[in-house]
């Protein structure tokens, strides 16, 4: 804990005389509005807010450092990834996706999995989930898939049938939605579980030569889920079981830890592969692309305060820093834009100044001004560029590896649109208990869903993975697969 001072002052640093009683006339009142004490208090407590995030809203925070343990340089310039022995601090904010702040932590959801390494070279934040893949692959349907998620409008209930109605006509959803209705859409705590960058990223080396790379996170706790009654019952006896479980195991010195791999693609095998490599509902088999060893991430000090830095705290996909750069994956394309947007419009324009999220490199640049601005705003230097006063200039070594672009500008999808063999490959990979519950989650979650045509269409889905699949949930449901699946 902190050292208490103990002398209670204002928000302007003035000694304060009283805050147990407003000032009032006489010992009935009323209160005088010169009590400017009371005004400020009350005024600021109105404003302790800032809006919660629209996705995301709910976290745990944790800081640590990130160790790299085996030399990739030849495919990333980027030292704090590639210089075996170096270590880099980091912040994690692990989070649900769909319920409000005050939601529980243990439903079934992906859980995001944002973190932050604060390199000499600027932030790179790694906004992933524990996912490998995601409901869709085009950032214009995201707002459209959100809103099934939340709140029906009328009744500000959650609404199973647009959950289903939109993912039966999604099919790219199908990979995501078996991943989720496995055991591991509710991880037994935010230490058990893996994390995925999920898109495809760009690492260059310092020869300006670049690969395709994947993120793995692997959990050194196991992988461990929780049951789904005990899952019910947590989460209306201890709805904050997540955030506790991270906050006491760090506490206790039982500090988490991961190890983080990467699949390395040659730029020229996107061209061929049998997915695409770019598509965000799709893997990349390990047994094409193995899994690479990079480093360690080991998590050993909690926040000081939650809202100064966990709910404070800004991640965007777009904050790269120089060997790592953007891959065409149009989710990523979108996310690019909409984080940092985000974060402008709910931390404001210089998020990037507050103590969480400001770089431990030094910042030179011609940004000035803007709400709560808390530095000195570059003081008296120069605040254009070019210039002739020596101000702080580009360095051409860092521009972004040069890449070909081809084809007509259109609204397309991607040419692959084989969504069924991928998730039927996960479950001919899970054994006969994890299927049957995977079947009971799925049955569980579509009952409540109106619509028979909703739920055979879905059920087609299923059936094109994999027969059985389809089949054994049809069977749960109480209807048969629909005739020419
Ligand atoms: P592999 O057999 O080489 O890899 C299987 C992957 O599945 C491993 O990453 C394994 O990681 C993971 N896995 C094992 N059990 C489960 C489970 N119950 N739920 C979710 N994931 C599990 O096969 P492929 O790489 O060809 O992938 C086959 C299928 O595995 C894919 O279609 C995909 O659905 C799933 N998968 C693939 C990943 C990838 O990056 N290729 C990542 C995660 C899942 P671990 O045991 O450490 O969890």
Redesign the pocket.
């Known amino acids: 804990m902190s050292k208490q001072p103990n002398n209670l002052t204002t928000s302007w640093g003035a000694p304060v005389g009283d805050n147990q009683h407003s000032i009032t006339a006489g010992s009935r009142g009323p209160t005088l509005v010169q009590d400017v004490h009371l005004l400020e208090k009350l005024a600021h407590f109105n404003r302790e807010r800032v809006p919660e995030r629209v996705v995301h809203a709910k976290g745990a925070g944790a800081h640590g450092y990130f160790e790299v343990t085996n030399d990739l340089s030849a495919y990333t310039k980027a030292s704090f990834l590639s210089e075996v022995g170096k270590r880099t601090p980091m912040f994690i904010r692990f989070s649900t996706v769909a319920g409000e702040l005050g939601s529980s932590d243990t439903v079934r959801d992906p859980r995001g999995f944002a973190v932050k390494f604060y390199t000499e070279e600027g932030n790179y934040d790694l906004v992933g989930n524990n996912t490998?893949?995601f409901f869709i692959r085009d950032a214009i349907k995201f707002p459209d898939f959100i809103h099934t998620q939340k709140r029906h409008p009328q009744t500000h209930l959650k609404n199973p049938n647009a959950v289903w109605d939109f993912w039966s006509l999604s099919p790219e959803s199908l990979?995501q939605v078996?991943?989720l209705m496995?055991?591991?859409g509710i991880p037994l705590t935010l230490r058990h579980m893996?994390g995925?960058g999920s898109h495809t990223f760009k690492w260059v080396n310092a020869e300006g030569q670049a690969v395709w790379i994947?993120y793995?996170f692997?959990t050194e706790q196991g992988?461990q889920n929780l049951d789904v009654d005990l899952a019910a019952k947590m989460a209306s006896e201890n709805p904050d079981y997540h955030i506790e479980d991270l906050f006491q195991a760090i506490a206790k010195g039982n500090f988490p830890a991961w190890k983080l791999y990467v699949?390395i693609m040659p730029l020229e095998d996107a061209n061929t592969y049998r997915f695409d490599p770019f598509d965000v509902t799709k893997?990349?088999?390990?047994?094409?692309y193995p899994l690479i060893e990079v480093g360690r991430m080991v998590l050993n000090r909690n926040p000081e305060n939650y809202f100064a830095e966990v709910e404070q705290a800004t991640f965007s996909p777009g904050s790269f820093v120089p060997g790592i750069e953007a891959s065409p994956d149009k989710m990523l394309q979108g996310r690019l834009f909409a984080y940092g947007d985000a974060h402008r419009y709910r931390v404001g324009a210089n998020h990037n100044l507050l103590p969480i999220n400001r770089p431990h490199a030094e910042v030179h640049n011609y940004q000035r001004d803007g709400a709560l601005r808390s530095d000195n705003n570059g003081g008296g230097s120069v605040y254009y560029e070019p210039n002739s006063l020596g101000g702080p200039k580009e360095s051409p070594k860092h521009k972004i590896a040069p890449f070909e672009v081809s084809g007509e500008a259109q609204s397309v999808a991607y040419d692959h649109d084989d969504h069924y063999?991928?998730?039927g490959?996960?479950y001919r990979?899970?054994s006969e208990e994890?299927r049957a519950r995977l079947v009971q989650n799925i049955v569980g979650a579509m009952k409540p869903v109106e619509s028979d045509e909703i739920k055979l269409r879905q059920i087609g889905h299923f059936y094109k993975a994999d027969p059985e699949y389809g089949r054994r949930v049809a069977e749960g449901l109480g209807l048969t697969v629909p005739q020419g699946e």
């Open positions: 490998p893949v990979h078996t991943i496995s055991d591991r893996h995925f994947k793995h692997k992988i699949q893997v990349w088999s390990q047994k094409d063999t991928q998730p490959d996960l990979l899970l994890e």
